[in-house]
């Protein structure tokens, strides 16, 4: 099981409750997708997008989710969607009426459907072409909404993210509740691009030693932000089985390895 900061075993933190979802018009079976949201007879999932204060603007890559947010939206919308005691769809729909809200919140419906109902990027897009209000942000991020669709699609196939068969292998396929506990800012920002092979993390950065053990610091909160040592990226990739790190911006801190 992945380890907290202090390393002894936990459990991997729970899923936060996700966003809100509405899609009068059905992109699959009792899933649906909307411009607005709707108060009648139907479960809402609002896809929010948070400006960093210090950003000017946000580039329409920049609203994607991570991997980490579409396991989350993934697993909230199954979890709507097979709920036996619910006759009423569950709709997803921005939180503005702003293009990349929509181009947000379309891409969580096409990773879903891609992951979790089996389509192809292709028929992804060609549903969601479909629809009117979607048309302005598809036409705008068409190449950036089907690299990533692409992206997943590919994963799938190669085995890499299954969110359908139950006890899947580690070592071929990620693992969803450790990739989200290492994906947290708490806990390193680790991410796993191809299972047991290639995993990317942030720079670490020289904290120095705790001055009441002596010992090297593994973490420290800083300036809003947790950041990692040396020492904790060794602990957790040596579990991790990993055999060498590679440093792609030299001694730059806040930069990936």
């Not at 809200?101 to 969601?128: D, P, R, W």
């Amino acid at each position: 099981r992945p380890r907290d900061l202090c390393g002894s075993q936990r459990h991997p933190p729970k899923h936060p409750k996700a966003m809100t979802i509405a899609l009068p018009r059905a992109l699959h079976k009792n899933i649906c997708w909307s411009s607005t949201s709707h108060n009648n007879n139907c479960m809402m999932v609002s896809v929010h997008i948070d400006k960093d204060p210090s950003q000017k603007e946000i580039e329409p890559k920049d609203c994607l989710a991570s991997l980490g947010q579409v396991f989350t939206f993934c697993k909230l919308v199954h979890k709507l969607e097979d709920d036996e005691k619910r006759t009423d769809p569950v709709v997803v729909c921005p939180n503005t009426d702003e293009r990349l809200s929509t181009t947000a919140s379309a891409f969580l419906i096409g990773a879903y459907l891609i992951l979790c109902k089996q389509h192809t990027n292709q028929e992804v897009m060609s549903k969601m072409s479909e629809d009117e209000k979607m048309m302005p942000a598809l036409k705008e991020d068409e190449e950036l909404l089907a690299s990533a669709w692409g992206a997943l699609h590919h994963a799938r196939d190669l085995g890499w993210i299954d969110l359908i068969t139950e006890n899947t292998d580690p070592t071929k396929t990620i693992d969803v509740e450790e990739y989200m506990h290492y994906d947290s800012p708490a806990n390193g920002r680790l991410h796993v691009v191809v299972p047991s092979k290639l995993i990317v993390f942030p720079c670490p950065v020289d904290l120095g030693t705790d001055p009441s053990s002596g010992e090297p610091r593994q973490w420290l909160d800083q300036c809003g932000k947790r950041q990692f040592s040396a020492h904790y990226y060794a602990s957790v990739l040596s579990e991790m089985d990993v055999c060498l790190a590679l440093g792609c911006h030299g001694e730059r801190e806040g930069g990936y390895d």
